[in-house]
């Protein structure tokens, strides 16, 4: 229905992956700001898994569609008609059997996927297509103070002959954005990459699979997680975080900026394990948190990720310091099982 007179038309937005950890956040934000949001998920008829969005609902209009990376042409209808495309959905199994099938060439051809879907909606102004700091520096990088910039991209040849640890995450991203701006480029299409660093904070995801398990183990004692915390600093030359919030708004004014083009590093703070756990131990005395090196963890960051392309674009971080980022994780970490209530 045509809008009538003096009635401003709502920005319509479509946001991929609406249940994931990042994406559930933005759509609360997007329709909080009073946006159309149109999402898509995998498997609608899974209430349990949807259900934050059925209350989402609630602030606004939200359509959920059910859509497939893996299906040509499956996200046609969710993003028919909007202004803004967020690019969220992307298979994040790392400890997948078949990386090259499952990881990479699902990532990169179902991204290519939704980006036809945007050419043949005709009404998309900007695309917002979310890769990661793993894209940027997973690469060798010989003693320390290296400050890495947008113009860095992780070595795909290198990480391909070793194919340890997460290897294939981050040349699935690469190679996802190589493609993206190439497919960008031949359809005139603007599109604006977002690499978050390791993301953290409560968001609305009540069952969480990505680093946010990781990032508490100092605090839960798990083992296995910490294992993926040291995988991640041994990767990226530190351990850079950024809280989810930050994330989200970043979203939006990837989005909403006219002038904002290319790549942009979102990251709020690089820091270590050892910073991490010695922060930890001192404001939660309560959880046993170990700061005794072995010897295979970093003293302080060899590798930087400074935002200053997005701040530049007059982006401010409202989470900068160890103290603001773990602010709401304790309290999420045990809505979530991860720590003891
Ligand atoms: N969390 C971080 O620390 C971090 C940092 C930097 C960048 N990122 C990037 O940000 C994006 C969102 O990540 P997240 O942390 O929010 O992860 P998440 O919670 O695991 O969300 C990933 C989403 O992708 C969907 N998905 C996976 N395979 C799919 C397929 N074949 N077809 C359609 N949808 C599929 C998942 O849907 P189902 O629910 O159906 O599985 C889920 O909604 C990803 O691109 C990730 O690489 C994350």
């Known amino acids: 229905m045509a809008a009538a007179a ?6 319509t937005a479509c946001v991929t992956g609406g249940n994931g950890y990042i994406a559930s956040l933005l759509i609360k934000m997007l329709l909080e700001k009073g946006y159309v949001v149109k999402t898509t998920v995998r498997h609608p008829e899974d209430k349990e ?4 969005l059925e209350d989402l609902k609630k602030l606004g209009t939200l359509e959920v569609f059910r859509a497939d990376l893996a299906e ?9 008609g909007c202004d803004y495309a967020f690019l969220l959905a992307a298979p994040v199994n790392y400890t ?6 499952e990881l990479i060439e699902l990532g990169v051809q179902g991204t290519l996927n939704v980006l036809r879907s945007c050419v043949k909606a005709g009404t998309v102004k900007r695309v917002v297509l979310t890769s990661s700091t793993a894209a940027v520096s997973s690469r060798p990088l010989e003693g320390d103070g290296h400050v890495l910039d947008e113009e860095s991209f992780s070595d795909v040849e290198y990480l391909s002959a070793k194919r340890t640890g997460l290897w294939a995450y981050p040349v699935s991203k690469v190679l996802m954005e190589k493609a993206s701006s190439r497919f960008a480029a031949e359809h005139g299409m603007s599109l604006v ?4 660093s390791v993301t953290v904070g409560e968001a609305l995801d009540r069952q969480v699979y990505t680093t946010v398990p990781a990032i508490l183990s100092l605090l839960s004692g798990d083992e296995a997680e910490l294992k993926v915390l040291k995988g991640i600093e041994r990767a990226s030359g530190s351990v850079p975080l950024v809280h989810v919030r930050d994330v989200c708004r970043a ?6 900026a006219e002038a904002v083009a290319g790549r942009y590093i979102c990251n709020g703070l690089d820091t270590t394990i050892l910073e991490t756990a010695r922060f930890l131990a001192a404001k939660y005395p309560h959880y046993s948190v ?8 970093l003293a302080k960051p060899v590798a930087l990720l400074p935002s200053r392309k997005l ?4 982006f401010e971080f409202k989470f900068r310091t160890l103290e603001h980022i773990y602010d709401d994780m304790v309290e999420y970490g045990k809505a979530l099982g991860i720590l003891p209530n």
């Open 193 to 196: 990459t977002l690499c978050p």
């Open 49 to 52: 898994a949807n259900s934050h």
């Open 311 to 314: 701040e530049k674009e007059g």
């Open 6 to 11: 003096g009635e401003e038309r709502r920005k």
């Open 96 to 101: 997948s059997k078949n990386p090259e099938k």
């Open 72 to 80: 040509e042409g499956s996200y046609d209808a969710a993003v028919a």
């Open 290 to 297: 170990n700061t005794v090196t072995s010897g295979d963890v």
């Open 251 to 256: 979203e939006i004014c990837a989005a909403e």
